[in-house]
C-alpha cells in the first residue's frame, strides 16, 4: 500500500489487509459478528463466534486478528490470531518474534487464566491473508473439536 507521496504506508497497508479480513471472516457460519478497531484505522479485527459451531460447548468466543504488514512492502507480516471464550480457555495462532519457540510462527494455549500459557513452533502454508485465514479457522475447529 502506497502514501499520498507515493511511498509505502505500513499502517494503511495493514488498515486495508484487516479490512478485507473482516469482510472474508464474516462469510464464516460460526462468526455473528465483526468488526475493526478504532473506525477507519483498524489495528485489530474482533468477531464474535458461536463456539458450538466450531466443536466447543462454551457459551461465548471471540477471535481477535491482529495484522502488521511490516516496515517495507516485501517484509514478511505480523500477525496473531488469538481465540479466546468464556469457558477461559485461549489458543492463538502468531507469527511474530517471541522468545518461547525457534522461528516467528508459534501456537500457543491455555486452559484458564490461571495457567501459563504454552508454546509450540508451527507452520503456515501461506502468509497471505486470506487463505492463512480460512487455514487458521479450519485449525481452530479442530482444537476445539479434539479438546
Known amino acids: 500500500m502506497f502514501a499520498f507521496d507515493g511511498g509505502y504506508d505500513p499502517g494503511q497497508a495493514s488498515h486495508t489487509v484487516l479490512l ?8 464464516h457460519p460460526a462468526v455473528q459478528h465483526a468488526s475493526g478497531e478504532p473506525p ?17 460447548e462454551a457459551d461465548e468466543g471471540t477471535l481477535t486478528l491482529r495484522w502488521y504488514a511490516g516496515e517495507t512492502a516485501d517484509a ?15 489458543c492463538g495462532w502468531h507469527h511474530e518474534p517471541n522468545p518461547h519457540v525457534d ?22 502454508d501461506s502468509l497471505q491473508p486470506v487463505p492463512l485465514l480460512w487455514g487458521i479457522l479450519d485449525r481452530l475447529e479442530t482444537r476445539l473439536t479434539d479438546r
Open 103 to 124: 522461528g516467528w510462527a508459534h501456537y500457543q494455549e491455555r486452559l484458564s487464566a490461571g495457567n501459563e500459557y504454552e508454546y509450540e513452533a508451527v507452520s503456515f
Open 40 to 56: 477507519g484505522q483498524f489495528i485489530r479485527v474482533v468477531a464474535t463466534l458461536d463456539p458450538a459451531i466450531l466443536g466447543s
Open 76 to 90: 514478511d507480516p505480523e500477525f496473531a490470531f488469538h481465540y479466546s471464550e468464556s469457558s477461559n480457555f485461549d
Open 20 to 27: 478485507e479480513l473482516r469482510r472474508t471472516i464474516e462469510r
